[in-house]
């Protein structure tokens, strides 16, 4: 199975600044043939299910701020918040979906304000 | 709007049953894909089961093989999950999700999710 690995565990950002998290894959989600890595981003606030950020590693859902942004290639891949709002307190996860089944998620990133 | 609604979940004793369904709204059910994902206490996020858009390929978690079984009924818009032989370790909220795309077979992620349901398995 694919092992998804974020950092930080958490991380304390005061309003208005950037936040970046880390997710990391024991293999290349990039798939050659379409040029695209299999990666996306989740949101879960608490006591609700996770909410779709990004998927291809770049690419913004549907209403999803732009003050989210996705970044990386191959295992090593970004997310970030270019200004945090109070409304962005939340756990993150990435998730992998390269391939057939399992697909995996990192152990997520709590954020939270300074 | 689409909507996912879980029901099904409760108090279980180690060894027994439960049948999780998920009622979908609001978009072409039987031409999307569908998976359980569970989410257990403090914990991190699990992919548990999927379900091609015909219901024709299904996939497991290894964990969960030969115990839980994922179904589809596409004229009422359900989504199933049957767990027997439940262990204190598939204590856990329980969602279903749908894939983003349509038609898909595999390299699915999830733009919508029901709000769980929660399965406690405990003596």
């Known amino acids: 199975d694919i092992v998804m690995t974020q950092s930080p565990d958490s991380l304390a950002v005061s309003l208005g600044e950037r936040a970046t998290i880390n997710c990391k894959s024991s293999q290349s989600l990039l798939w050659n043939s379409n040029n695209k890595n299999y990666l996306a981003w989740y949101q879960q606030k608490p006591g609700q299910p996770p909410k779709l950020l990004i998927y291809?590693?770049?690419t913004r859902e549907s209403g999803v701020p732009d003050r989210f942004s996705g970044s990386g290639s191959g295992t090593d891949f970004t997310l970030a918040i270019s200004s945090l709002q109070a409304e962005d307190v939340a756990v993150y996860y990435c998730?992998?979906?390269?391939?057939?089944?399992?697909?995996?998620f990192g152990q997520g990133t709590k954020l939270e304000i300074k | 709007e689409v909507q996912l609604l879980e029901s099904g979940g409760g108090l279980v004793q180690p060894g027994g049953s439960l049948r999780l369904s998920c009622a979908a709204s609001g978009f072409s059910f039987s031409t999307y894909a569908m998976s359980w994902v569970r989410q257990a206490p403090g914990k991190g996020l699990e992919w548990v089961s999927d379900i091609s858009d015909s219901g024709a390929r299904t996939n497991y978690k290894e964990s969960v093989k030969g115990r839980f079984t994922i179904s589809r009924d596409n004229y009422k818009n359900t989504l199933y999950l049957q767990m027997n032989s439940l262990r204190a370790e598939d204590t856990a909220i329980y969602y279903c999700?749908?894939?983003?795309?349509?038609?898909?077979?595999?390299?699915?992620?999830?733009?919508?999710w029901g709000q769980g349901t929660l399965v406690t398995v405990s003596s």
């Open positions: 998730q992998q979906y390269y391939g057939a089944p399992p697909y995996t």
């Open positions: 999700a749908k894939d983003r795309v349509a038609a898909r077979t595999m390299n699915f992620h999830f733009d919508s």
């Open positions: 291809w590693a770049s």
